[in-house]
């Protein structure tokens, strides 16, 4: 337990003042709880030697009333500031995991589910925020409070003294057995709250297509199971935790009873003061009912730790090495040497090399899993090549800062991913600092600004979630504008055109010759009319360049690109009989 206590300190370090304050708080609330037993012995004193009177009482209301108030103050502020440091830390660690996720290669997402990094992100750190400080307060407070009582009754008899401090180091034994007992099943129960989540992502995600093959059952199937056993897993760390603390309760109220025996049969044999049996007798349920409250929360205090392990496991995942750490490229010439790449044991490019002067643009054509866009995304450095070089201006591009690496691309993928935020907010957001009219002219560039300006509120129209009230085409060309306002060197478009009906395909051109004017280009493409006038076309398969060469010089080639071209041009003219 002492070493979750350590662990929550160090994972709150940011706001180990608000923590050591909330602390201090807490045992100085249980000094001036402590006072009411002065009080009571006060009373009890008086009355049975006969001393009662008028100034005992007031003294004892004296005493009382300090204790109300204390109690009542340091209770406000251990509040206070275990809930600020609470809520600071879990919202700080949540920025800290949003920051740690931009720095890993892309890898990192195809290893790890996104209900795993949703649940660190919400349900655990939501333990966190909510439970972590109620915890800290309780078990503390509980153990401190009761320290405080012990020593209270070894100064009044060491006998019962004695016997209460065996019974809060057994007390302290068996929520560290606690904590070691539901260990196990704690993380049992994390791994099914976390494949909840995956489970729940998955079903609403795709939920059109489960409807659309008619597979509701199977779906929702699948669903429950995952339900249930996220319910069963919290039943089986509940019963296990109650176990113990049945014991704990048995323990402690067994004791309660010895105590005010053993108390009563040292008055009775002569050898302990009236006021301090009638005192002992009172005090000995004060003891226990706050260990049993620190008891039964004990075992949420696994959770905790379970939540702060995952997190600092997150965060503890190395970062792309940044090498020379330049901030800024001197050219814009991309060179790609001998270049192998592959995910876990299968290979995706093997020995490709290329080069793309600045102001020049290349296509990458190929059949399906060839590796087009894994080349691209490695020339973006989203990956690591396995062996061989991407440079950028010369400069490995492992010797870049991550983040000044990407300003100099604008990537326009195939699927967009919009904000549900507003139009305007989803144009700037590579560029915030942009003003409202550099956005207008960006969306006018872009072919967007007569589907803007019908829209209810404009530029403030927000979009609603992947802004799915917007057509595939009115999407596209709102990536677009975006990576016009960015005006980074380099265009990097992945399919942008692949899913477009023809009603749009005409303004998506226009707007995607404008993002490319005086740009150096980087097209994956299947259809002919966007990699034709391609200064050079790379033709990859399996991943080797087979071809490269223009448009013009390929076809008199034959091959694989003459192929491609003569297949698109025949399904250009099929039609239903």
Not at 217 to 235: F, I, N, P, S, Y
Not at 248 to 269: D, E, G, I, N, Y
Not at 450 to 472: D, H, V
Not at 509 to 516: D, G, K, N, S, W
């Amino acid at each position: 337990m002492l070493s979750v206590l350590k662990m929550y300190f160090q994972f709150g370090s940011a706001y180990r003042d608000r923590l050591y304050k909330g602390l201090l708080f807490t045992i100085l609330c249980c000094l001036f709880e402590g006072l009411q037993i002065t009080a009571l012995w006060i009373v009890f004193s008086a009355l049975t030697a006969g001393t009662l009177s008028g100034q005992t009482a007031l003294l004892a209301l004296g005493v009382m009333g300090i204790s109300i108030a204390g109690t009542f103050v340091c209770s406000h502020f251990k509040s206070e500031n275990f809930c600020d440091a609470n809520f600071s830390m879990a919202g700080k660690k949540r920025a800290e995991v949003g920051d740690t996720l931009r720095h890993l290669p892309m890898g990192y997402f195809n290893e790890n589910s996104l209900g795993e990094v949703t649940s660190i992100m919400t349900n655990q750190l939501d333990a966190m925020q909510n439970l972590g400080g109620l915890l800290y307060m309780t078990i503390v407070g509980g153990l401190v409070f009761s320290l405080i009582v012990v020593i209270f009754l070894c100064a009044l008899d060491w006998r019962l003294g004695l016997m209460a401090a065996v019974t809060l180091a057994l007390f302290c034994l068996s929520m560290e057995l606690l904590q070691s007992y539901v260990r196990v099943t704690a993380e049992k129960f994390s791994a099914a709250n976390t494949a909840l989540v995956s489970a729940v992502l998955e079903y609403v995600r795709g939920i059109s297509v489960v409807r659309a093959f008619s597979l509701v059952d199977d779906a929702e199937g699948k669903l429950a199971h995952t339900v249930d056993d996220c319910r069963a897993q919290a039943l089986a760390l509940e019963f296990k935790a109650l176990r113990f603390s049945i014991l704990q309760m048995v323990v402690s109220k067994a004791t309660s009873v010895v105590m005010c025996l053993m108390s009563v049969w040292l008055w009775l044999s002569g050898s302990l003061a009236t006021a301090t049996c009638l005192t002992v007798v009172v005090v000995s349920f004060m003891l226990f009912s706050r260990l049993e409250a620190a008891g039964r929360f004990s075992a949420i205090l696994r959770n905790i730790e379970i939540a702060m392990e995952q997190t600092n496991e997150l965060l503890a995942t190395p970062p792309m090495d940044e090498g020379a750490a330049i901030e800024k490229a001197d050219a814009f010439d991309i060179e790609v040497s001998d270049i192998t790449f592959g995910y876990d044991d299968r290979r995706i490019l093997d020995g490709v090399s290329l080069s793309i002067p600045a102001g020049t643009s290349c296509a990458i054509v190929g059949p399906s899993g060839s590796g087009k866009t894994t080349l691209a995304r490695l020339i973006e450095r989203f990956w690591d090549v396995d062996s061989g070089k991407v440079t950028l201006g010369g400069h490995d591009v492992r010797d870049y800062k991550v983040d000044s690496l990407l300003q100099n691309f604008s990537t326009v993928f195939q699927g967009v991913f919009l904000f549900d935020d507003t139009i305007e907010n989803n144009i700037k957001f590579g560029s915030p600092e942009a003003t409202h009219e550099q956005v207008v002219e960006a969306a006018r560039r872009a072919c967007c600004e007569e589907f803007i300006q019908a829209l209810p509120n404009g530029y403030e129209t927000r979009l609603g979630e992947s802004g799915s009230s917007l057509s595939g085409g009115e999407r596209q060309r709102l990536s677009i504008a975006r990576a016009i306002l960015k005006d980074a060197p380099i265009v990097v478009l992945d399919e942008a055109t692949a899913n477009v009906d023809p009603e749009n395909e005409l303004e998506l051109q226009r707007a995607i010759a404008e993002l490319t004017q005086s740009k150096t280009v980087i097209m994956i493409a299947h259809r002919l009319k966007t990699v034709r006038n391609a200064d050079q076309i790379l033709v990859l398969d399996h991943g080797h360049i087979v071809q490269r060469g223009t448009h013009e010089s390929l076809m008199a080639e034959g091959g694989l690109y003459a192929d491609f071209v003569n297949m698109r041009e025949k399904t250009v003219g099929w039609k239903i009989a």
